[in-house]
């Protein structure tokens, strides 16, 4: 089984911008987790997606938003990007239980000038 | 939130046994207790889970205390990839994942 898939692998945007991330779950897991993770403040949960619905949100500002599509794939959008938002963006797969292990990509690192 | 308590780190010799603790006071009966670990310029990976009793597989075995206030990952023997940040975290349902600071676990060659 393929593994979960991020892209971009790394990004580099200005303040003011917005940006896409991408994530293509394991084949069959209907749950995607995003995550946040900086030196500072360790890996903090952004939101999840279960069967294209919005099901837990972390303490994130509007700026970020995510969706997911019919095929599981997801996105996250983060508008109006701050310095603070350069970080390493995880997502997770699951099959969506609750007690389900998480599966890992390798992120994303978004860097803001 | 869910929270669980880690050492911030640990050392370890190869081929050595190692003991990773964690606490969940806070832990409900019905979740479990999951373990990933995450190496540098990588994504965490899932590592065990179990429930109550202690689980076994490749990677690792769990150890949980019968209280279930908290519990022990053990690797049989360190490897130097074994290096990494462990963390121990728990799911309660409803209520957002948590992943605290982890534990760096450092392997002496």
């Known amino acids: 089984k393929a593994g979960v898939t991020q892209t971009p692998r790394y990004l580099i945007k200005t303040r003011g911008q917005q940006v896409t991330l991408s994530c293509s779950p394991i084949s069959g897991h209907r749950s995607v987790s995003w995550y946040q993770q900086t030196p500072g403040q360790g890996l903090q949960f952004l939101f999840e997606y279960f069967s294209e619905t919005q099901r837990n949100k972390g303490n994130f500002p509007g700026r970020f938003s995510g969706r997911q599509f019919s095929n599981s794939r997801s996105e996250m959008n983060v508008s109006t990007l701050e310095l603070g938002d350069s970080a390493l963006y995880l997502c997770?797969?699951?099959?969506?239980?609750?007690?389900?292990?998480?599966?890992f990509g390798n992120g994303t690192r978004l860097t803001v000038t | 939130d869910a929270k669980t308590t880690q050492p911030n780190s640990m050392e370890s010799n190869e081929e050595e046994p190692v003991h990773l603790p964690c606490n969940h006071s806070?832990?409900?009966?019905?979740?479990?207790i999951h373990w990933y670990r995450q190496l540098p310029s990588q994504g965490p990976e899932y590592v065990i889970h179990?429930?109550?009793s202690n689980v076994n597989n490749r990677m690792a075995s769990l150890a949980i205390a019968e209280d279930r206030k908290s519990s022990t990952l053990i690797l049989h023997r360190a490897t130097l990839r074994d290096a990494a940040v462990y963390y121990c975290?728990?799911?309660?349902?409803?209520?957002?994942?948590?992943f605290g600071e982890g534990t760096q676990l450092t392997v002496n060659p």
């Open positions: 179990g429930l109550t």
């Open positions: 806070t832990i409900s009966g019905t979740d479990y």
């Open positions: 997770a797969s699951s099959s969506g239980q609750t007690n389900s292990p998480l599966h």
């Open positions: 975290i728990y799911l309660t349902s409803g209520s957002r994942l948590t």
